[in-house]
């Protein structure tokens, strides 16, 4: 680096911080920036930093290859300021211009469109966010619940709809794992015979931002550094941190990210939120406000964080694996759509909650859940690429009786999705490829394009004509025609800024929090405490813990000690919340459809005995995998998996029906799972997998000459560890357990 290069760092530095910082030599590398953040958000401003010393650019010539003498620099950004592309100086980038702080959010906004439109086509032509992706098909079946709030037709009692979900990761591309930490994706489009609808739904209720101006920069933190393209598909690093600890409106959502819900065990036992509140409208046109919930039949469930990386090597792609192996086993997935109904009242509000800020939840204690439909996926996809890949959401695609808010994050994505397709899937028919086309009759009017597949008859695509006999005409209510919900803009200016009851950060983070039982407030402390530790910058940290102070001091002081930090005290009084037992995913019983039992088998096991508990593991809706020294056959019975292809995180309970001496190919050579075999009485792998399944909280169950394996490896008589004379005694213990999804008093926890 030359001298006047690092002169300018160190002066940017003293400019930003009142003080030289030693910036150009690091003692470790993996510095995310050319020099290092401070604890409080800079504001002086000044020019664009340096790269680092290691960067290099382009050489800088002219399109016809001169060279311009300019330095590589030039070619990136210039100036202190934020601007548009042509150069106009911006004053704010956080809300979009709105009709009113509460009001809809303005067509003029040509900042918003700018900066969302660059934003949708950054990537070609995977997709930006939730790129990689599961679908399947299935059928709604409708309770006729909801008939008295909506008039929308596909929620009449007994009316089933075909329907196509895909679920999702955020921030990973199409090659990343399954299992990352990370938001889900849950959308489903149902093809109703009044307008497809498409639910755009997640796995977690609420969102990183209040206002969808805000979209690219939470991704563009999240994502990889933009130099390096690391890290992938993951939170775990400066850039995400960096965003959320200034950014705080993000701690809601970061705390169920850092919770056992950014890890679920598969899309089956996975919740799905619509985050915003909806306008219904009746038959009547009366409306209530409403927000969308998928309640999964099996319980939520998740994995732990040891799994998720095993994973993440082992089988990255274990959720769609798990989807589509249960769908063809007859098992398959099933959720109950509900809703949480509120007046449609002037203030938009319910108990104190603003419905328009889709960084709050209400607790289902305040406003119910009520079931208006199940869902149940039956059918894999043909083609992945024909149906996964293309099939286009849009939270627009509405039908007559459900509406949209005012909702700054929801207005933003009215606009994005659309745009986001003429670049993905080529133009604007996308609404024509097969998975897209919708099970209504369409005269749209809409004419030509890239990829047209439509043959359109008629002269007068426009209205009103008369060459065409006046067709298509317009719709009223006796035909179904969507309802836009006339709702009263009060008199307001317009203006780039949120309603006050949107500065609340922390109390519904705090109320999540105290929501947890003791385990998963565990589980809470070492995500924060992993995540910030792979930060590499130490004022990142400290500016996250004092997020985490003001949401609660134990969570920040025990995620201060894992980081080697003093805790700091709060600089906002603690919020005073009721918990919500409802966001606990511990602490209730739930159907074992579909869960999958290891069995180990030797050459020398009761074999009767063995296939007398394999057919009840298929009567009670399990999927039952026998693990066997060998490939092939275990007398008549089929084996699934060998001790080297097995590993613990593809199963829910683990059954040991033998204790298998070390098999031929137990060689630390061949398989290092194997270990030191040559001293082992058991083979090690089958060791390996109890240890695993203990470690995490799985039910293990033996008999007959299993037994002495649980003695070995040191767990006997620990809870939910089983013993019993015969398969069928033992299975039947570990069933019970198995709904519990844990046995999580295996593990006291050290904070209440």
């Known amino acids: ?36 953040p401070t604890a409080v958000e800079p504001t002086t401003p000044h020019d664009p930093l340096p790269p680092k010393k290691e960067q290099g650019a382009p050489e800088t010539r002219t399109p016809t ?51 969302i439109t660059h934003f949708d086509h950054e990537r070609i032509p995977e997709r930006v966010v939730h790129a990689r992706g599961a679908g399947a ?11 008295a709030v909506t008039r929308a037709g596909f929620l009449k009692k007994g009316r089933e709809t075909d329907v196509f979900v895909r679920f999702s990761t955020v921030l990973g591309s199409r090659g990343s794992a399954d299992t990352v930490r990370d938001t889900r994706g849950f959308a489903t489009k149902f093809y109703t015979d009044e307008g497809t609808f498409d639910l755009v739904a997640n796995n977690i209720p609420v969102f990183f931002i209040q206002d969808a101006i805000k979209f690219p920069d939470v991704i563009h933190a999240g994502k990889p550094h933009p130099d390096r393209e690391i890290p992938q598909a993951q939170s775990a690093h400066d850039t995400f941190w960096d965003f959320v600890s200034l950014h705080t409106e993000a701690q809601h959502h970061t705390m169920w990210n850092m919770s056992d819900r950014g890890i679920p065990r598969s899309y089956r036992t996975m919740e799905g939120f619509g985050v915003h509140s909806f306008r219904l409208v009746n038959e009547a046109g009366e409306t209530v406000l409403a927000k969308f919930h998928w309640k999964p039949k099996l319980g939520v469930h998740s994995l732990t964080w040891e799994e998720a990386q095993l994973l993440g090597g082992i089988d990255p792609d274990f959720h769609r ?131 047209q597949h439509a043959v359109h008859a008629g002269v007068a695509p ?11 005409f317009p719709a009223g209510d006796a035909e179904h025609a ?88 709060p600089t906002v009084p603690l919020a005073d919340v009721a918990p919500s037992p409802a ?54 019975l089929p084996v699934q998996r060998t001790f080297a292809t097995g590993r ?34 058991v083979d090690p792998r089958v060791l390996l997998l109890v240890q695993e399944c203990w470690r995490h909280a799985k039910a293990v169950g033996a008999w007959g000459d299993g037994v002495p394996v649980l003695d070995q490896v040191g767990v006997t008589g620990t809870p939910g560890v089983v013993t019993g004379g015969s398969g069928t005694e033992v299975f039947t213990t570990v069933r019970q357990l198995l709904a519990a999804h844990r046995v999580w008093e295996r593990f006291p926890a050290a904070v209440a």
Not at 72 to 86: D, E, I, M, V
């Open 482 to 569: 969507f309802v836009d919900v006339p709702v009263t803009v009060a008199e307001a200016p317009k203006v780039r800024a949120n309603p006050a009851s949107f500065d609340d950060h922390h109390s519904q983070a705090r109320l999540f929090w105290l929501s947890m039982s003791p385990v998963e407030k565990e589980h809470i402390i070492r995500a924060y405490t992993f995540e910030l530790g792979k930060c590499y910058h130490q004022a990142i940290k400290e500016r996250q813990l004092q997020s985490l102070a003001n949401i609660d001091p134990v969570l920040c002081a025990q995620v201060a000690t894992g980081l080697g930090l003093p805790a700091p005290e």
């Open 648 to 681: 613990s995180v593809e199963f829910d309970a683990l059954l040991l029906a033998a204790a298998p001496a070390p098999a031929p190919d137990a060689l630390p050579a061949r398989d290092a799972k194997a270990g030191a075999a040559d001293s082992a009485s």
């Open 583 to 636: 966001l606990s995913q511990v602490g209730r019983l739930w159907p074992t459809d579909g869960r999958t039992i290891g069995i180990v088998v030797g050459a020398d096991s009761d074999l009767d005995g063995v296939g007398q508990v394999r057919r009840e593991v298929l009567a009670a809706g399990m999927v039952p995998l026998l693990i066997a020294p060998h490939g092939g056959k275990v007398g008549d």
């Open 321 to 451: 694996r798990d989807l589509y192996d249960a769908i063809e086993a007859g098992a398959y997935p099933e959720w109950e759509l509900g809703i949480q109904v509120f007046p449609d009242t002037p203030e938009e509000t319910f108990a104190g909650i603003d419905l328009l800020d889709p960084t709050k939840i209400v607790p289902e204690e305040l406003a119910p859940v009520q079931p208006i439909g199940k869902l149940t996926l039956n059918r894999t996809p043909t083609n992945f690429f024909a149906e996964t890949e293309q099939v286009a959401f849009h939270v627009g695609h509405l039908p007559p009786g459900i509406d949209v808010t005012n909702d700054p994050l929801l207005q933003g994505r009215l606009f994005s999705y659309v745009d986001t397709q003429l670049t993905r899937l080529g133009g604007p028919n996308f609404s024509q490829i097969p998975i897209n086309r919708p099970h209504a009759a369409v005269n749209d009017m809409l004419r030509d394009g890239f990829h």
């Open 1 to 36: 680096m030359s001298s006047n290069t690092a002169k300018a760092v160190k002066g940017v530095v003293e400019a930003a911080t009142g003080k030289v910082a030693d910036i150009l030599t690091p003692d470790v590398p993996g510095a995310p920036g050319s020099a290092p």
């Open 65 to 115: 290859g001169a060279r311009t003498g300019a330095p590589s620099t030039a070619n990136g950004q210039q100036g202190a300021f934020l601007t548009t592309s042509q150069g106009a100086r911006l004053r704010d980038t956080d809300h979009s211009l709105k009709a009113g702080p509460r009001g809809p959010v303005l067509l003029q906004d040509h900042h918003l469109r700018e900066k």
């Open 137 to 147: 098909h299935g059928v709604f079946t409708a309770y006729g619940a909801a008939e």
């Open 462 to 472: 426009y209205r009103p004509n008369s060459l065409d006999g006046g067709n298509p």
